[in-house]
């Protein structure tokens, strides 16, 4: 596709259950990254794939959030458990090389 | 480790002034600069990008930025604004290399009034 598109745009789960946040990169774009933004804050990285190989996990809060990218293009953020504090905009990012970043326009996340 | 501080978190301004949105950075490395703006309920938009070069970085939607490596700025500033510029803006800074995740600040909410 055009951009890098996100699904779903909405999400609300209640405390204790697992979900799954799908992120579809630009065709060709072999850098992909997970941001998560807290209300009123600028995006916090957590992880980074370049191709299917995960690089960089140290963002990940816990041992709850896990990430995969099995064939090199769409990436699911996985988190289990699901606590009142992981509300919060989860952003996906893809660069082609060192060009910089193109955002989707993110899941807002809500735990009740 | 990398650092960004987002001086102002809001700047109210009246359509047409100018605007400066101020931006400090820190690394012990050299960075590459960048300013994202957000809608409300969508992702980021790269205005603009200081690589290496020109300190004096144009953007799009007539933006700029100058990069100050002595005072580890680098404001971003539009000569007249809209009132299509309400937004919120980000400054980040990213390390060199391919594996450049975004150092984010906080965020700087214009709010552009007629």
């Known amino acids: 596709g055009a951009g890098v598109s996100q699904s779903p745009r909405y999400k609300v789960a209640k405390r204790g259950q697992d979900v799954a946040l799908r992120c579809d990169p630009i065709?060709?774009?072999?850098?992909l990254f997970w941001y998560q933004q807290a209300l009123g804050q600028g995006p916090e990285f957590l992880t980074y794939?370049?191709?299917?190989?995960?690089?960089?996990k140290s963002g990940l809060p816990s041992d709850r959030f896990f990430a995969e990218r099995p064939e090199g293009s769409v990436s699911t953020l996985k988190i289990q458990r699901t606590q009142q504090e992981d509300s919060a905009v989860y952003l996906c990012?893809?660069?082609?090389?060192?060009?910089?970043?193109?955002f989707g326009d993110g899941t807002r996340l809500s735990i009740l | 480790a990398q650092s960004v501080t987002q001086l102002d978190s809001q700047v109210p301004v009246f359509e047409e002034a100018p605007v400066e949105l101020r931006c400090n950075y820190s690394?012990?490395?050299?960075?590459?600069l960048f300013w994202y703006v957000q809608y409300p309920n969508q992702g980021l938009q790269l205005l603009l990008k200081?690589?290496?070069?020109?300190?004096l970085v144009k953007g799009i939607n007539g933006f700029e930025a100058e990069f100050n490596k002595s005072q580890t700025s680098f404001h971003l500033r539009k000569p007249s604004v809209h009132i299509s510029d309400t937004a919120e803006y980000f400054c980040?800074?990213?390390?060199?290399?391919?594996?450049?995740?975004?150092?984010f600040g906080k965020g700087t909410k214009l709010s552009v009034k007629p």
């Open positions: 990012a893809s660069s082609f090389r060192d060009q910089p970043q193109h």
């Open positions: 065709s060709g774009h072999v850098s």
């Open positions: 794939f370049q191709n299917e190989a995960q690089l960089d």
């Open positions: 690394s012990s490395v050299s960075v590459y």
């Open positions: 200081y690589l290496s070069g020109s300190t």
């Open positions: 980040a800074v990213g390390g060199r290399g391919s594996q450049g995740n975004l150092i």
